[in-house]
């Protein structure tokens, strides 16, 4: 990364851009594209350092790129040293801000501005084993993000049992045997989620109690996770990822298929009071 280029108006990261290795930046008025650039002209011409400084920030252009939006707001935020620290960091640990040839990396994989926001955060490594002896501290995890469920559907320990809100620690240390893999999800050192994979055979793999705390919910941390476990079941050889969910729980459906996941069917079970749907995911 070359810090001398440092950032443009608009937020992209000239420090880590290899387009033109002869270009000095933006703001040192290397880019060819300066005569007909809206940021660059239009910061020049207010005397800001970048757009995160004016009023009017966002204004489209450049902004309504998921990945420079979110470069500036973090700027914003944060501050530009800050943020090519972030850049620096993720780049030695193998993010990539370009791919060869191209104008596009690893940052513009992700589809909302708080996920770019988690990766240069630093959230994105921050997924990991779950050792059997801190269960205890994961299922109170589990409890507290599915008790929001039970509640809309109004479930009780009484009328459903069964349900993921009233997992026992008991219960989910039952789960662990050959082929199941828990994970927890820490951010800044707190535990905020939980996601476990079990090996169903023949390359399939059965995801379970996907849990994100509810104080935690809209930041893109669910699909973090959900992204992280179809990595570790490309890495494990495995070609789906299973699941079965509340049937009548439409957010939450839709909100797999929007992550590609089909809806395979339902069933119904008589110690239930919902329906359980079934979808799947394949490599």
């Known amino acids: 990364m070359n810090r001398e280029k440092g950032i443009a108006y608009c937020g992209l990261a000239c420090c880590a851009c290899d387009k033109n290795d002869t270009c000095a930046g933006c703001r040192n008025e290397g880019c060819t594209d300066k005569e007909w650039c809206k940021h660059f002209n239009c910061c020049k011409e207010k005397g800001l350092y970048g757009c995160w400084e004016c009023e009017e920030f966002p ?3 450049m902004h309504d790129k998921i990945r420079v939006l979110a470069f500036a707001q973090f700027i914003k935020k944060n501050g530009e040293e800050k943020m090519m620290e972030c850049l620096e960091r993720n780049e030695n640990a193998g993010v990539v801000y370009h791919y060869q040839g191209q104008l596009v990396g690893d940052y513009d ?5 708080d996920e770019v926001m988690m990766m240069l955060e630093g959230d994105q490594i921050n997924i990991k084993p779950v050792t059997a002896d801190a269960l205890s501290e994961y299922a109170e995890v589990i ?19 069964g349900h993921t809100s009233f997992i026992t620690n008991e219960r989910l240390e039952s789960k662990i045997k050959d082929g199941y893999y828990p994970f927890g999800y820490f951010t800044d050192g707190k535990l905020i989620g939980f996601a476990s994979l079990t090996d ?3 390359g399939a793999y059965e995801m379970n109690d996907v849990s994100i705390l509810p104080g935690y919910r809209h930041w893109g941390y669910g699909k973090v996770l959900l992204d992280f476990c ?10 789906k990822i299973t ?7 439409t957010v939450l459906k839709d909100w797999y298929a929007t992550n ?6 339902t069933k119904q079970f008589e110690h239930l009071p919902f329906t359980v749907g079934y979808m799947e995911w394949c490599v």
């Open 59 to 61: 204004c489209g252009g």
């Open 260 to 265: 590609e996941f089909i809806h395979k069917g």
């Open 143 to 161: 409890r507290q993000s599915f008790t929001t469920v039970a509640q809309d559907f109004g479930w009780t320990r009484e009328n459903c049992p």
């Open 230 to 239: 179809k990595d570790k079941v490309k890495e494990l050889g495995g070609n």
């Open 243 to 249: 699941i079965g969910i509340v049937e009548e729980n």
């Open 200 to 202: 169903m055979g023949s």
């Open 109 to 113: 994989k992700c589809v909302t501005v």
